[in-house]
């Protein structure tokens, strides 16, 4: 097996258990305050990340780690959104289409931060993408819920995230970047659920599987897949790969959720993901190569 494959694999697995991360985070918040769920979800995620990157800890300079630590400020602020829209949601498959956007805001966002002009096939993919979002809020009319700004919200803050942490991500070792952004995303909050959220008197033991599963499995589990995956192939393919991430999601809503997408939502979220797929693979996707069908192989 040649390693762009392999890496396709492993990818691919990052993606979905990136999706029963979803289903992981919206059965554990059914006893556990949200944002104290991904305070400590976050934090411990780190301290299992700790050991793999604990001597390139020791040598990093206290100017970079404190950075680092600001870049997840950022990352905090889409995963507080993110875990709040998930709270009062009832579609986490339309949820999952509406963050996947976050690699179309990535490129505005380098427009504004670095006079980056976004490339053709970002002008091309973005009608569909507006035309996908516009769909999913109609129901009878318009109708924006609060779910749907807060993972929007979600979006636009992780683009945000994107282009900073890009800046930081040549100075440190990516397992320690990851550790360090978790260990702030962990601690701030947890700080806010101190702030703002009350702790259960009691909670089923149920629970702490669902909340042991998003631990291990979604959060570091996938970091580390993902980060191995995109090793070993092209930045292009790997980021080809993760948009099945939000099919996978929907799948899982369906399958575990019984969530049903009315017609309109259904072609709101292939509007969005025929956008993805233009624009991370600039254009260049063919469906025939002379005449024959290309399989990858």
Not at 43 to 55: E, G, Q, T
Not at 215 to 239: D, E, F, H, I, P
Request: aromatic share 12%; net charge positive.
């Amino acid at each position: 097996m040649n390693s762009d494959r392999k890496a396709t694999i492993i990818l691919v697995i990052a993606t979905l258990l990136a999706a029963l991360g979803w289903v992981f985070s919206k059965e554990s918040i059914q006893g556990l305050p949200p944002f104290g769920f991904i305070g400590s979800r976050f934090l411990i995620a780190s301290i299992c990340l700790l050991p793999f990157c604990y001597s390139s800890l020791k040598k990093a300079k206290w100017k970079d780690l404190a950075s680092s630590s600001l870049v997840g400020v950022l990352l905090a602020g889409a995963i507080l959104n993110w875990i709040y829209a998930i709270s009062i949601s009832e579609t986490l498959g339309e949820g999952a289409f509406i963050v996947s956007l976050s690699m179309l805001i990535v490129p505005l966002v380098g427009w504004a931060l670095y006079r980056v002009r976004p490339t053709r096939a970002f002008w091309i993919s973005l009608p569909f993408a507006v035309i996908g979002l516009a769909l999913l809020s109609l129901s009878g009319g318009w109708q924006v819920s609060v779910s749907q700004l807060a993972f929007l919200g979600c979006a636009t803050m992780l683009a945000i995230h994107f282009n900073v942490n890009s800046l930081y991500s040549q100075k440190l070792p990516t397992l320690l970047l990851t550790c360090v952004q978790l260990f702030t995303v962990g601690c701030i909050a947890l700080l806010v659920s101190w702030l703002f959220e009350e702790v259960p008197s009691q909670i089923d033991s149920s629970i702490w599987v669902w909340f042991a599963m998003s631990v291990l499995l979604a959060t570091t589990l996938r970091y580390v897949m993902q980060t191995l995956g995109q090793k070993y192939t092209s930045s292009a393919n790997a980021a080809l790969v993760m948009i099945l991430e939000p099919v996978w999601t929907v799948v899982l809503s369906v399958l575990w959720y019984g969530e049903q997408l009315s017609t309109l939502k259904m072609v709101g979220c292939v509007l969005i993901l025929f956008s993805l797929v233009v624009y991370r693979t600039q254009g260049r996707f063919k469906l025939f190569n002379n005449g024959r069908t290309n399989n990858h192989q």
